[in-house]
């Protein structure tokens, strides 16, 4: 089982645009999945659509029990390969700056526990953390649950603070409590092709970040807010922006599993199929200075 934390700590990057269709690319390859809502503004739980819980990822942060989790996660509309980890806006509340380490460690437990004693005896084989654009509690026990981290923005002037300080947070929670979590990747989302600004910005992530940067981007296209709206996966959703964006979150995925092929919340020595997955085209039309429609 992997677990990619999917972050930015600045609002309004697209950060769960970037996690649903990392999700929506698992479930084209047929990747059981859990979507994690750390967001108190439930944006991912929304766009998944779940059936009413009588418990959340509030309850489970506080205790993480068998019992609880059974109850805060949930089917989406998406299909039954696709669960939900139900966000709350109780989150909030317990989005504390300064939480002791084994409040830190209740995500990570609870993970522990789903890989160990599966629901309904199927393992997931990648869980998705979207977090909130904070760097309290939530984010950080995020982090200390993850095998990776997928950094997300957006290219403005402010993509490489925002993205500087993601990863000196990641590096912290490395070196003090996950020795084995890695940065995978720089997303840049909302790309405008034909702007000089936007293309100066990505040169200027890349001057920053070198290969950390991900080598396609995500264009910015009707088609992201038309699927959310309608509760459907980016790659079920036929327009030729919609299309294009898929294969870039193919190309995402496949950078993900590929980043550890032994997840912490994985036995050692076991096998996981979608090491192998990659993109469905070798060329993504997302491509940096390309043009696309949609």
Not at 3 to 15: D, E, F, N, Q
Not at 26 to 53: E, H, I, K, Y
Not at 128 to 136: E, K, Q
Not at 142 to 162: F, K, N, R
């Amino acid at each position: 089982m992997h677990t990619v934390a999917v972050l930015s700590l600045k609002g309004g990057v697209g950060k769960t645009t970037v996690a649903l269709g990392v999700a929506s690319a698992a479930l084209r390859r047929g990747a059981r999945t859990l979507v994690a809502d750390l967001d108190p503004q439930g944006n991912a739980t929304t766009s998944l659509d779940p059936p009413l819980t009588d418990r959340t990822l509030a309850d489970v942060l506080e205790t993480p029990t068998r019992a609880v989790l059974e109850r805060a996660i949930a089917p989406s509309v998406w299909g039954d390969q696709i669960d939900v980890l139900v966000g709350a806006e109780e989150l909030e509340m317990l989005n504390e700056p300064d939480a002791d380490i084994r409040r830190l460690e209740n995500l990570s437990r609870a993970l522990d526990e789903l890989h160990t004693n599966p629901l309904r005896d199927e393992p997931y084989e990648l869980v998705i953390l979207d977090c909130p654009p904070s760097l309290g509690r939530l984010t950080r026990s995020a982090l200390v649950a993850a095998d990776s981290a997928l950094i997300v923005t957006e290219p403005t002037m402010y993509a490489v603070s925002g993205a500087r300080r993601a990863l000196e947070a990641i590096e912290k929670i490395r070196e003090e409590q996950n020795p084995g979590l890695r940065p995978i990747g720089v997303v840049v989302n909302k790309l405008r092709v034909r702007s000089y600004e936007h293309q100066f910005r990505v040169a200027e992530l890349r001057e920053n970040f070198g290969p950390l940067v991900m080598p396609t981007a995500i264009p910015d296209r009707l088609a992201v807010q038309q699927a959310q709206g309608a509760c459907s996966p980016i790659h079920e959703w036929h327009s030729p922006g919609a299309q294009e964006i898929a294969l870039t979150f193919n190309m995402v995925l496949a950078k993900v599993l590929r980043s550890s092929r032994a997840g912490r919340h994985r036995v050692r020595g076991d096998e996981d199929p979608l090491d192998a997955v990659e993109p469905d085209n070798a060329e993504v039309p997302a491509k940096l200075g390309d043009t696309g429609t949609g």
